[in-house]
């Protein structure tokens, strides 16, 4: 690793043994830090504390603001409607992942090629990426619209299913909508990820007589690692966070079948005037994110500061 | 030399902290979003046609004749609208014109003080209180006190069908629940739904409901769900409006995909008008919609509306109506003196004045004005005004909305509840228990 690039652990280290010239201008340097911090403490930290001391308080968003105790706590937690979301959005977390990251991955190698014809496809791999989700949702509601979508105008019988009103097909619809919205981000990272191999691996590949299949599992996949594990992060960590798609589409129905919990925190607080039961939600959800994150990391690997191209 | 200097200094300090300067005025500014500078107030209102031009030609009216007093409007769309007030008034960020339903939310706000009590005022305007149906006032009220003036017209709920369909099945509008068991065969036979319905909007769902348990049980097991009565949603007028609801949707009686479609687009009356489906229950507002709307359907006379039909055995007075008995707008508590009183001043001049009226009844609503008989049956739409007219006098008892009669955490849960119940995911015991356990809330 060269000294221009600098992490933090690196400076701490030549922090503690330099000189105290070198130890005044770190300490100079932290003050570097202060806009980022304040923004930080601003609105990260002192929402999230709002929330906590939300969820002991008893609020319906407009009047005054009274405390609950642990009731909250205890009438969430005794709420089947929270284990329903708990289940789904780990149901649509897994499955957005097992549906996406095949399909980026191969759509990552495949354009990361240089023929014309593939930048020509990859423009319209990427066309999901350039629509904000409520559009994509209220697009997907007209075009599935039983009675007047696409099944009808295309005489196609077969499709004029109720996608969104029976609830294991909206579930499904849900996971396809977000992978094909997600995907094409995905595949632009690991694009970058392809794009970043050696061309001398496959190179020295080919002299041995390996095959394309051989390369993509012997080369590209153990070479991909990190950017599996980034794009991983991001997939997990951000299905969390899914609403604005499921709203529109779906605004948590049929029934309670796509009300995942970060839905439910929004209906529970804003449709339902119940501040301290959603902020329970809230928290849950921050403790989850944070579990899975950290989670993400360690699979990652202690050597994870080190470079992939070792040995060469 | 050194003065250039300092000042160019001084300057990009100052471009440093403006935005920290914005983020504190604004942080701290009382008034609403929209409220201009002058002694003008604010207001929120629905999207959507032919209301909102109605109100804009109102607002532009009242702002000519009173030109340092204006009235500035913003639309939203229903459903969004209805999230967007509540948290804006808990934001202490609301408009200074409050536009709403009354009942159980209006009851929120003035229980939080929230909105003016508007009681003495009106006693000293009785002119103003005396122009509106008197049944339009019960919304407005909350322990006593008069929070909200009726606004816009009367909209009871109403059986609308297609009259060129029932020609074709040589079949007569539903006068019982049978009649409307053997007109869904009819129908599936026919190859078209029986009715049509918004179901992802819910509350749509919810107006079945609301008649069945009606003409079921009585206007008295609603009166006591919304006392708060220990164990009122157990009656057992609410598990048979539940098992009714849910053998008709085992039959086929709401068209295919009803659960994914929402009302906000208006589609469900789009299946009405282009003959997909047969008859749709809905407020007498769609009137106006599909005039505006459905290509002539209208006008041509192919639209038929009855009462809802009664149930065999039922206690309910057939005559009992639900819906809206008016609209309502309140005044916020946090407005300033000046907009509360261009506001007062709009009440009393701006709303409800004889173009708006007139503008109400060519677009098929019925205005919550006393004394328009004669205006009625002037108008190409004279027996659909006449019929919700009559059915809104006549009615002995006319039960406002359950979403907006109950408080918005009970409503949430009943929305959530009917949607799962017309799912047929939980039975009508366990709708009634889960209600149960919503009473007082």
Redesign the interface.
Known sequence: MSNAVSTAPNTKAAARTATVKGGQRDKALAWLTAPALFFFVVFAVVPLAGVLILSFASWDGIGAIGSAGLGNWFSVLADPGLYNALGLTFLIMLASWLVQTPISLLLGVFTAGSQRYRAALAVLYFLPLLLSSAAVAIAFKALLDPNFGLATGLGLPFLAQDWLGVPHLAVGLVIFVIAWQFVPFHTLIYQGGVRQIPKSLYEAAEIDGAGTIKQFFHITLPQLKYTIITSSTLMVVGSLTYFDLIFVLTGGGPGNSTRILALDMYLRGFRANLMGPASVIAVILVLIGLALALFLQRLGGKDKQGSQLEGM | MKQPQSSRRSFLALAALAPFAAMVTSACGTSGPGASSGGGASMWYLSGEPNQTTMQKAVDAFGSANPDNKVTVTYFQNDAYK?KI??A??AGQAPTIIYGWGGGTLK??A??K?VEDLTSWLAENPDLKDKFFPASFGAATVNGKVYALPNQYVAPIVLFYNKELFEKAGAQPPKTWDDIMSLVKTFNNMGVAPFSLG??S?WTSMMWLEYLLDRIGGAEVFTAIFEGKPDAWKDPAVIETGTKIQELVSADGF???????AADSN?DQ??LFTG?AAMMLHGSWTYGAMKKGGQNFVQDGKLGFVQFPVVAGGKGDPKNGVGNPAQYMSISSKASEKEKETAKKFFKDGILTDTVIDTYINSGSVPIVNGIEDKLNTSPDKDFLNFVYDLAKNAPNFQQSWDQAL???A???LL?NI??LF?K?ITPQQFAENMNATLGK
């Open positions: 999230t509540k948290t008034i808990g929120t706000y229980e939080a929230q179901g992802q819910r068209i295919k995909g009803f659960s994914s479609i589609a789009a299946l997909k408080s918005p955490t409503a949430e849960a959530n949607d799962q799912l995911s």
